[in-house]
């Protein structure tokens, strides 16, 4: 059975002495549970180094919350996922703040994919439709054609184009919806459930069945400690991405212990 996935994304929060306070609190609450599950928090980049000697030797894995394709090169204020490899496990790619910006597009975030798996950190790709029209849409009955090939899906579709099919087990993939993100009105566990469905169908499409079942579907917006148990209940939902519950260590050791299997 493959193993969940608890991923902190703390965005553009903390100082450096906060960051600090919060994984070594993080790292004294994992000693005392013995957790099944996997756990990663994504810093703001410049606590990354810091922070993975610090977890050195945990079972707490850092990542970053953005890297650009490539290694170096005339890029002026830009970070490769080549330089940040030694230093990471996960990198988020395309997280639906950076896409609103125009920071991120289907190409670019195809491109990070790639590069990400060239260089043996664990992409945790963002997917998720801005309005909530695709939830109004379904309450009146079956999905429609159009909706399946609605823009999720797409975004799925397009981030993992030419992938090589046994580096989709590889993959992480994060379904928020916007309109669930850090407004404290989440997707209902169900909901979430048929569309992370939905999107290992598009997983299914682009490689073999048992390859497409290994990558881990996540769901992110609005998760915090209590309300965690709810996703974790139900089998398709292979873990969370957690915005600001993460933030807390207690908080965010709650979610874990939601999801472990133990
Ligand atoms: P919140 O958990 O704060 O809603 O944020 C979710 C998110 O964007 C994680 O990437």
């Not at 980049?45 to 707490?60: C, G, Q, R, S």
């Not at 079956?142 to 909706?147: D, Y």
Request: overall charge negative; some cysteine; proline content about 4%.
């Amino acid at each position: 059975m493959k193993q969940r996935i608890v991923i902190g994304n703390w965005k553009m929060n903390t100082t450096a002495e906060e960051a600090v306070l919060l994984v070594e609190e993080l790292k004294k609450q994992a000693e005392y549970v013995e957790l099944d599950v996997e756990l990663g928090v994504c810093p703001p980049m410049p606590w990354l180094l810091a922070l993975n000697e610090i977890l050195d030797e945990t079972e707490i894995g850092v990542g970053v919350q953005d890297a650009e394709p490539g290694d170096f090169g005339a890029q002026t204020g830009s970070v490769s996922i080549k330089m940040i490899a030694e230093h990471a496990e996960y990198v988020i790619i395309g997280h639906s703040e950076r896409r609103s910006t125009g920071q991120d597009n289907d190409e670019s975030i195809n491109a990070k994919v790639k590069s990400a798996l060239e260089n043996s950190l664990t992409p945790v790709v963002c997917v998720g439709e801005f309005t909530h029209l695709y939830e109004k849409k379904r309450v009146r009955g079956r999905p429609t054609k159009l909706e399946e090939i609605s823009n999720i899906f797409k975004q799925l579709q397009q981030a993992i184009k030419g992938v090589a099919e046994k580096d989709i087990p590889k993959l992480v993939v994060a379904y928020e919806p916007v309109w669930a993100i850090g407004t404290g009105k989440p997707a209902s566990p169900e909901y979430a459930a048929e569309i992370i469905d939905r999107l290992r169908t598009v997983l299914k499409r682009a490689s073999k069945r048992k390859l497409a079942n290994e990558a881990r579907i996540l769901y992110g917006g609005s998760v915090t400690a209590s309300n965690a148990k709810s996703y974790a209940e139900l089998e398709e939902i292979d873990g969370v991405l957690v915005g600001g519950a993460s933030l807390k260590a207690s908080e965010f050791m709650k979610i874990a212990a939601a999801f472990s299997r133990q």
